[in-house]
């Protein structure tokens, strides 16, 4: 095709559908936006972020199934562009055009602008008696979020993932931000950035915690909430993406948006130089955008009808599987297109390891039931690259049916809320949990076993951002979301901790002490249990958030990861970093297959067994009986040895330990079936000063209120 002119004369060129967004080749800049119900779209060209208007517009006069597209030999990166997008505003069909509004690329790399709330940003004028119904023509130019062209050119010097497998992984749940706000060793400059997290004292922090996954809360570009910016507060956690390609400018220490781009790539770089991979949340079920009378910032005014999942009857009105208002229509190709291209980009351009996705059963869902065999996972499983990856769902939405733990195909990991439940609750004393409790610590093969699944498909957690802390599960019994202005409405009333004698801080010894030791039976769980333990960042530190369980607005000391540790909280570290690296010295604490309970060779006793205070099998009665709240549990070691990755000699040991939940202290025996072992004791949670102490088979030990003990096996 030959060369056209804009409005201003110069030439410009027809360019390609494909790659969409803007891509930069060298020479000029292609320009692609998907529109299916448009009928014409502006190229909007801005000189500044503190432009009021736009200095050229150019019709994307070009259109191949359904994508416009226009190639400019005259921009160059670091050029601030957005669209306007023409056609039908009819809300009751389904459709939000309008050209008044400037409208953010959904395939942007970066975005130079965040929003900058006015009512014009709304496609409806606010307050008319229509609602919706009615277009507002204001233009929003000098309020709408603008996106950047970028030169993707990095040198990685060589980089290659660590590749760890699941097995072996120790995830760490972390915000950007809030990790390193407050960290005494990372430069004032880098505190809160992609580069204050690359710093040696924090991956020498992570390393220490036997950490070899970093999973970011979200890092791609969102916008907080107007309610939130008027409250004096932002959507801190981040959980309102607007765009899919863009890492968070806010997060970055560079001043220019390309600088930003890098200093995510090295932060990665360094990362898997020091062994740790990274995983990022993703939120690709809903968009910042909201519900019907939200604003019109990228995918609302580009094509409506399209890009959302629209109630049939009511196209004006959006299906909500999400509570954020919408919910993306993955159904649609194009829209699919977009979350696979935005996965690959992430993979292949920025080079992170796997992903974890928020509320992916909203991502399944065909109609209004879940569809295990959604064109989501068929694409994924099919794609060469993401299906390589680490993949983790948070296997629920809040529509009906949306709790699907369990339910995910072969290949996805998932958050396992029911280990979370089962584990907080036989910890806080309820009855009923042990025989639940077993089959958690055993791997949950009740949920993965007949889908051909491992037990690493278990992401086991206790503690996630999603309310208390560790310290706060401990410490209070009600949530305290006050600083949140909505009249500790929010967050969940389920989320229920352990008042362990007072509720929030304390002197008391007494007290101080039962937390402590119930943090350490949390940790020694989630270290001895079967799966992937997954660690809420500064837990280890004792952070607290002074009993808010919802503190997704609180950018401040109230999310912050504080460094400055007492006595108490250095302990705690320490223990966490010991736990995690006796689980990486035990392989009988990390196996790939399942337990099958069957008598090993040679011996009679079993692959696993779980055990009365007496040292006997534990009998059919006594597993669901109210009353019950200790148990035993013995591992089989294979006694083969390995040799870990740098060299030290691994030898797989047969362990036991001793789990009493209730307030009195239980006289348990070792295993007295075993006449030529002897038991050396490993872990204590109740007091250090008896680890080490060894005891014979079928001796007995006081194992304190609310406490465990660990034991490996020595030959006699």
Same mark, same amino acid.
Request: net charge neutral; aromatic share 10%.
């Given at each position: 095709m030959t060369d056209q002119a804009d409005r201003t004369g110069r030439r410009v060129r027809p360019g390609a559908p494909y790659p969409l967004g803007a891509t930069w080749d060298g020479r000029g800049v292609n320009f692609a936006l998907f529109s299916e119900h448009g009928t014409n779209v502006e190229l909007c060209l801005f000189d500044s972020v503190d432009a009021g208007s736009e200095s050229r517009r150019v019709p994307l006069i070009e259109q191949t199934d359904m994508v416009w597209h226009v190639y400019l030999t005259d921009v160059r990166p670091g050029q601030l562009y957005g669209y306007r997008v023409h056609g039908p505003y009819d809300p009751e069909r389904g459709h939000r055009f309008n050209p008044a509004k400037v409208l953010l690329d959904p395939y942007a790399k970066a975005v130079a602008r965040s929003v900058r709330w006015d009512d014009a940003l709304f496609g409806y004028r606010i307050g008319d008696p229509a609602a919706d119904l009615a277009r507002d023509d204001r233009d929003d130019a000098a309020f709408a979020p603008l996106a950047a062209v970028i030169d993707s050119a990095f040198d990685w010097q060589g980089d290659r993932p660590p590749a760890t497998p699941w097995h072996e992984t120790v995830i760490y749940e972390a915000h950007v931000r809030g990790l390193t706000r407050l960290h005494p060793?990372?430069? /004032?400059? !880098? =505190?809160?950035?992609? *580069?204050?997290?690359?710093?040696?004292?924090?991956?020498?922090?992570?390393?220490?915690?036997?950490?070899?996954?970093?999973?970011?809360?979200?890092?791609?570009?969102?916008?907080?909430?107007?309610?939130?910016?008027?409250?004096?507060?932002?959507?801190?956690?981040?959980?309102?993406?607007?765009?899919?390609?863009? /890492?968070? !400018? =806010?997060?970055?220490? *560079?001043?220019?948006?390309?600088?930003a781009v890098a200093e995510f790539k090295t932060m990665v770089r360094a990362l898997h130089a020091a062994g740790i991979e990274v995983i990022l949340d993703v939120v690709y079920n809903h968009t910042a955008e909201g519900d019907h009378l939200g604003p019109t910032l990228s995918m609302r005014g580009v094509d409506n009808a399209a890009y959302y999942r629209l109630a049939s009857e009511t196209p004006r009105l959006y299906l909500d599987f999400t509570g954020c208002g919408n919910t993306l229509n993955v159904r649609h190709p194009h829209v699919l297109q977009l979350l696979m291209d935005s996965l690959r980009y992430w993979a292949l351009e920025m080079h992170v390891d796997g992903f974890r996705f928020d509320l992916a059963s909203a991502l399944a869902r065909g109609l209004f039931y879940l569809d295990r065999l959604a064109a989501f996972f068929d694409v994924i499983h099919q794609d060469p690259t993401i299906s390589q990856l680490k993949l983790i769902a948070e296997p629920w939405d809040l529509g009906e049916g949306g709790y699907q733990v369990g339910n995910f195909p072969v290949r996805w990991t998932e958050w396992n809320g029911r280990y979370r439940d089962c584990v907080r609750g036989f910890w806080r004393g309820d009855g009923g949990t042990v025989s639940e409790l077993a089959t958690r610590l055993a791997g949950s093969s009740d949920l993965y076993a007949s889908t051909g699944r491992r037990p690493y498909a278990s992401i086991n957690f206790v503690t996630c951002h999603d309310g208390f802390t560790l310290e706060d599960l401990v410490s209070y019994e009600r949530k305290h979301n006050e600083a949140n202005g909505e009249d500790n409405r929010d967050g969940s009333d389920d989320n229920r901790g352990w008042n362990c004698g007072t509720e929030g801080a304390t002197d008391d010894p007494a007290i101080r002490a039962l937390r402590g030791r119930q943090k350490r039976n949390v940790m020694t769980t989630l270290f001895l249990s079967q799966g992937v333990p997954m660690i809420s960042g500064g837990d280890e530190l004792g952070r607290t958030q002074g009993g808010n369980n919802n503190a997704y607005c609180q950018d401040n000391d109230t999310s912050w990861t504080h460094w400055d540790l007492s006595g108490d909280q250095r302990a705690f570290l320490e223990f966490c970093c010991r736990m995690a690296d006796l689980r990486r010295r035990h392989p009988v604490l990390r196996r790939r297959n399942f337990f099958q309970g069957r008598k090993i060779r040679g011996s009679g006793v079993r692959d696993i067994m779980w055990l009365t205070p007496s040292g006997r099998e534990m009998a059919d009665d006594e597993w669901n009986a109210d009353h019950v709240r200790c148990l035993g549990v013995r591992l089989a070691g294979s006694g083969i040895e390995e040799v870990d990755d740098e060299g030290r000699p691994i030898v797989d040991e047969t362990l036991v330990y001793f789990m009493n939940a209730s307030a009195d202290p239980v006289e348990f025996h070792l295993p007295s079936f075993e006449p030529g072992l002897t038991w050396t004791c490993l872990v204590d949670t109740s007091d250090a000063a008896r680890e080490g102490r060894v005891l014979m088979a079928g001796q007995s030990l006081l194992v304190a209120d609310r406490s465990m003990a660990l034991f490996v096996a020595v030959p006699d």
């Open positions: 060793d990372v430069p /004032p400059a !880098l =505190r809160g950035t992609y *580069a204050g997290l690359a710093q040696p004292a924090v991956i020498a922090h992570l390393r220490r915690l036997g950490v070899t996954a970093i999973e970011l809360m979200p890092v791609h570009h969102h916008t907080d909430e107007r309610s939130l910016v008027e409250r004096g507060l932002t959507n801190y956690w981040s959980y309102s993406t607007l765009c899919f390609f863009a /890492p968070d !400018l =806010r997060y970055a220490s *560079a001043r220019s948006v390309e600088g």
